[in-house]
């Protein structure tokens, strides 16, 4: 993690640049993202540092990638915490652990989150909007992720699965909640925070994996 001043004048130098390019006031982007004036200004002048809420509202109202913003904001993680996004044989413990050392987000995590989520999506899997929605939104958010996401075989697998004709109700159902869990991103961990951001997602699919096993 850099020293906090680099970073206030890091972000605040790509906010600058990017309201140049786009011939934005602070006042303009304040009514984009809905933030207040004062709050922009002091980040942006290296005053205060941004939470990963404002340099969300910044991604969707200047168009560039949450990436960039968190990398700027002195956000970016060591090679050790980028292991964990291959290392994932006990992924509990490596999620917790790429957590504490981020620093990225202030949140207890286990697989009981994990579960109540998929239950959820079980349940409206087997509703007309809730296929619909897989039907309609699966490739795009495939198309989003192509790349970066781990185990997007098995999720693509899952798919077919789910679209054949001749799967039981309930493990169709069950299929559904995974490719709910990953098109509709209400995840635990946020996909934004780079690179462990789909490590819930992998173990939605370990999970749901291991509900069709029995």
Not at 179 to 195: K, Q, T
């Amino acid at each position: 993690m850099p020293e906090e001043s680099d970073a206030f004048n890091k972000l605040g130098t790509l906010l600058k640049s990017l309201l140049k390019q786009q011939s934005l006031s602070m006042r303009k982007l304040s009514a984009l993202t809905g933030m207040d004036t004062a709050t922009i200004s002091r980040i942006v002048n290296g005053k205060q540092q941004a939470k990963l809420t404002h340099l969300q509202k910044f991604s969707d109202s200047l168009n560039v990638p949450m990436e960039d913003l968190v990398k700027a904001a002195g956000f970016n993680m060591s090679e050790s915490e980028k292991n964990n996004q291959q290392n994932i044989n006990n992924p509990v413990n490596h999620i917790q652990e790429a957590l504490a050392s981020s620093k990225l987000i202030d949140k207890n995590f286990n697989t009981a989150h994990i579960e109540q989520e998929l239950d959820k999506y079980e349940q409206y899997a087997q509703t007309e909007e809730g296929h619909r929605q897989i039907c309609e939104m699966f490739e795009t958010k495939i198309e989003q992720v192509s790349g970066i996401g781990p185990y997007i075989d098995e999720l693509k697998q899952m798919y077919q699965q789910y679209l054949d004709d001749n799967m039981l109700p309930k493990k169709r159902a069950i299929l559904g909640s995974a490719l709910l869990y990953f098109i509709l991103s209400a995840d635990i961990i946020p996909d934004y925070v780079f690179p462990i951001g789909y490590l819930d997602d992998v173990i939605a699919i370990q999970i749901v994996q291991k509900r069709l096993a029995e």
